[in-house]
């Protein structure tokens, strides 16, 4: 029923910053909440930021400072700015619609930070 694609992923250097983007569709209606979370090899998945649907946010201690949620409720989009990225920060990073008490999650996009 709710359809969620993120895209952006790559290849950035210590220090760049990246855009990642995600797109949600179908049976999407407020109100609903957004967010991106991560899962690197051998680790739980992990939220990094999430954003409400009257726009509050909520971000994981490691990224607080340096990444930015927001989101584009006409088009029903949600992003992820980020900045001042680390190695450790390399993971696949899903975007997530929750509404209707139901989480939808995207594919992932791949971020490697280069050592």
């Known amino acids: 029923q709710v359809q969620v694609v993120e895209s952006g992923g790559g290849l950035v250097q210590p220090g760049g910053s990246l855009r990642l983007s995600c797109i949600a569709s179908?049976?999407?209606?407020?109100?609903?909440?957004m967010g991106w979370y991560r899962q690197a090899p051998g680790s739980q998945r992990e939220l990094v930021a999430s954003?409400?649907?009257?726009?509050?946010?909520n971000y994981a201690d490691s990224v607080k400072g340096r990444f930015t949620i927001s989101r584009d409720s006409a088009k029903k989009m949600v992003y992820l700015q980020m900045n001042s990225l680390k190695p450790e920060d390399t993971a696949v990073y899903y975007c997530?619609?929750?509404?209707?008490?139901?989480?939808?999650w995207g594919k992932g996009t791949l971020v490697t930070v280069s050592a």
């Open positions: 997530k619609c929750t509404t209707y008490g139901m989480n939808y």
């Open positions: 954003i409400g649907n009257s726009g509050s946010t």
């Open positions: 179908g049976n999407v209606f407020s109100p609903y909440a």
